[in-house]
């Protein structure tokens, strides 16, 4: 981005942690990061990873050192883990503390984890606020006037900011990219796909499905059209040269978790499936990277136009399968979240 970024540069690569000489590796410096949110398993990974006392060489220098746990207020498999998860970071060296505020004095960088995407725009706003580069972890928000929001509030405030799911940077998925089959023709690609009646359906864990549709295809989807069941849903995208790419998200008869993500590539060199989740270590070193560097590994329009897909596949549905125009559903969420941003944060 602009100047800013250079100097958060800087600041990461010759800054040392000033408050506790047990973050000190040597005389390397120490990239302080914290993590708000405490109600998903992925902040207990990202700590374990981090913070272990033989970490990978790309998380050298770098260390977890402070947490405020609340996350959801009334999703309750999200409410229950608070406790366990807390406990279980704590034993990797992380202090617990009781605001967000708190949290900001203490750290360079921040992971935004709270597994319920309808609080993270209030969350994130003092991150942006006090200018700390923010990794908001899937969904980006609950809405996709917020997640627009979340990207112009980062805009005008001039922070470094990105969101993905972790299937994003599969193996598969990232050779496939890389031309493994030459250009990609079309795409098709499955997750589990249970609902949250909280979050537009493909929100919750669709976008671990929808996110490499788009990595693969890339941007420019122009329509969308859905049909759904209790047990599935199959959303048909038309992009603007023509292709087509698909996500079908899979559910029990009873509507809940049924495991299961990958898909298939089609390309002028061949065929080729995508292959299954890689671990969270390939989106963990992106995230590393982009706290350095404070460049995000891909466009902010892409990964709006995903949560614009996913919206127009839940307005889809509600119009019992017409085809849906993603511009016009961004279009509209657009000028909703200059009002939001406006009125109630007086950013603009």
Same mark, same amino acid.
């Given at each position: 981005?602009?100047?800013?970024?250079?100097?958060?540069?800087?600041?990461?690569?010759?800054?040392?942690?000033?408050?506790?000489?047990?973050?000190?590796?040597?005389?390397?410096?120490?990239?302080?990061?914290?993590?708000?949110?405490?109600?998903?398993?992925?902040?207990?990974?990202?700590?374990?990873? $981090?913070?272990?006392?033989?970490?990978?060489?790309? @998380? #050298?220098? =770098?260390? +977890?050192?402070?947490?405020? !746990?609340?996350?959801?207020?009334?999703?309750?498999?999200?409410?229950?883990?608070?406790?366990?998860?807390?406990?279980?970071?704590?034993?990797?060296?992380?202090?617990?503390?009781?605001?967000?505020?708190?949290?900001?004095?203490?750290?360079?960088?921040?992971?935004?984890?709270?597994?319920?995407?309808?609080?993270?725009?209030?969350?994130?706003?003092?991150?942006?606020?006090?200018?700390?580069?923010?990794?908001?972890?899937?969904?980006?928000?609950?809405?996709?006037?917020?997640?627009?929001?979340?990207?112009?509030?980062?805009?005008?405030?001039?922070?470094?900011?990105?969101?993905?799911?972790?299937?994003?940077?599969?193996?598969?998925?990232?050779?496939?990219?890389?031309?493994? $089959?030459?250009?990609?023709?079309?795409?098709?690609? @499955? #997750?589990? =796909?249970? +609902?949250?009646?909280?979050? !537009?359906?493909?929100?919750?864990?669709?976008?671990?499905?929808?996110?490499?549709?788009?990595?693969?295809?890339?941007?420019?989807?122009?329509?969308?059209?859905?049909?759904?069941?209790?047990?599935?849903?199959?959303?048909?995208?038309?992009?603007?040269?023509?292709?087509?790419?698909?996500?079908?998200?899979?559910?029990?008869?009873?509507?809940?978790?049924?495991?299961?993500?990958?898909?298939?590539?089609?390309?002028?060199?061949?065929?080729?499936?995508?292959?299954?989740?890689?671990?969270?270590?390939?989106?963990?070193?992106?995230?590393?990277?982009?706290?350095?560097?404070?460049?995000?590994?891909?466009?902010?329009?892409?990964?709006?136009?995903?949560?614009?897909?996913?919206?127009?596949?839940?307005?889809?549905?509600?119009?019992?399968?017409?085809?849906?125009?993603?511009?016009?559903?961004?279009?509209?969420?657009?000028?909703?979240?200059?009002?939001?941003?406006?009125?109630?944060?007086?950013?603009?």
């Amino acid at each position: 981005m602009r100047t800013f970024l250079m100097s958060c540069c800087v600041a990461f690569l010759i800054s040392t942690a000033t408050s506790a000489d047990d973050l000190k590796k040597g005389d390397k410096p120490v990239l302080r990061i914290g993590i708000i949110g405490l109600d998903t398993s992925h902040a207990v990974h990202f700590t374990k990873t $981090i913070n272990s006392k033989t970490p990978l060489p790309e @998380f #050298s220098g =770098c260390r +977890i050192v402070a947490a405020y !746990p609340q996350g959801s207020a009334d999703i309750e498999s999200s409410v229950s883990r608070i406790p366990g998860y807390t406990e279980e970071v704590q034993k990797y060296g992380v202090e617990i503390v009781d605001s967000i505020p708190a949290l900001l004095e203490k750290v360079d960088a921040v992971l935004l984890e709270t597994n319920d995407g309808r609080p993270h725009l209030e969350q994130v706003i003092p991150v942006l606020k006090a200018g700390k580069p923010v990794f908001v972890d899937k969904p980006v928000a609950a809405s996709l006037v917020d997640a627009i929001a979340i990207y112009q509030a980062a805009k005008i405030l001039d922070v470094p900011l990105f969101t993905s799911s972790s299937l994003r940077f599969t193996t598969g998925a990232q050779e496939i990219k890389a031309g493994a $089959i030459g250009d990609i023709l079309g795409c098709d690609t @499955f #997750s589990p =796909c249970p +609902i949250e009646p909280t979050h !537009p359906d493909l929100f919750w864990y669709g976008i671990h499905g929808v996110e490499p549709l788009f990595t693969l295809m890339g941007p420019d989807c122009e329509t969308v059209t859905r049909v759904h069941t209790e047990s599935c849903d199959v959303v048909v995208g038309t992009w603007a040269d023509g292709r087509i790419g698909t996500f079908r998200g899979r559910r029990g008869k009873d509507g809940k978790y049924m495991g299961g993500y990958g898909g298939t590539a089609f390309g002028t060199k061949g065929t080729r499936p995508i292959g299954s989740f890689s671990g969270y270590e390939p989106l963990l070193s992106e995230i590393i990277k982009f706290f350095k560097s404070g460049v995000a590994p891909m466009d902010s329009q892409e990964t709006l136009e995903i949560y614009a897909f996913m919206e127009a596949a839940d307005e889809s549905r509600q119009q019992h399968g017409k085809t849906i125009s993603l511009k016009a559903v961004m279009d509209d969420a657009t000028i909703q979240a200059k009002e939001l941003l406006k009125t109630k944060y007086d950013l603009e």
